[in-house]
Structures are given as C-alpha cells and as structure tokens.
Nanobody, 118 residues
Framework: QVQLVESGGGLVQAGGSLRLSCAASGSIFSINEMGWYRQPPGKQRELVAAVSSGGTTNYADSVKGRFTISRDNAKNTVYLQMNSLKPEDTDVYYC????????????WGQGTQVTVSS
C-alpha cells in the first residue's frame, strides 16, 4: 500500500527553523530520488529540494543555503531541515518521488503546514 506521511510543520517566526519528516512506503522509497514540494497559492506545485539514494542533493534557488534535504534509507524517511525561514516559505509541504518519476495518478499525502510569521 502506498503511504506518504509528512510531519513536523508548525508556526514559527521569521528567522526560525523547522525540521520536516516524511515516512514513505518502501514501494515509493525504492525509487532513486525523493523530493520535497510546496504549492504557492495560484501556482503549480514546485520542487523545493531533492535527494538521490546516494545522497546527492539539489535545491530550488529560493531555498538554497537555507534548507537541507536528507534521507535515512533504513527508515524509508526523508527530512527537510529548514533554517532562516521567511514569510514567503509559508505553504503546505509534501514529499514524493522526484518529478522525473511522477505520473498524474501518483498518490500524494496530506502534507504538513508551515507558517512563518513576520
């Protein structure tokens, strides 16, 4: 059964930090790359950060230097350490496979809300 459970969101002041976690079922996690996404209002869901099974990472320019993605292959879990948070980081954050692996029918979890106050 496909499962993606995101957690760790919350309300934080600008400049603060949060650590998001995503527990994924093995059928998803076995895919090479995993990513964290967010969907700004009125826009398409965007990839924030991605990590390969070997630990290679990529980041959107808007979060580079502030966010760090990592994974624990033994626990089928992906993390997103978010530092120096800005109000524009406010969004619901989701994890899933890298866009190169996604299909229109892929399952998405409920996400976790991150709210950054100014």
């Amino acid at each position: 059964q496909v499962q993606l459970v995101e957690s760790g969101g919350g309300l934080v002041q600008a400049g603060g930090s949060l650590r998001l976690s995503c527990a994924a079922s093995g059928s998803i996690f076995s895919i090479n790359e995993m990513g964290w996404y967010r969907q700004p209002p009125g826009k398409q869901r965007e990839l924030v950060a991605a990590v390969s099974s070997g630990g290679t990472t990529n980041y959107a320019d808007s979060v580079k230097g502030r966010f760090t993605i990592s994974r624990d292959n033994a626990k089928n879990t992906v993390y997103l350490q978010m530092n120096s948070l800005k109000p524009e980081d406010t969004d619901v954050y989701y994890c899933n496979k890298h866009p190169s692996w996604l299909t229109p029918n892929d399952y998405w979890g409920q996400g976790t809300q991150v709210t950054v106050s100014s």
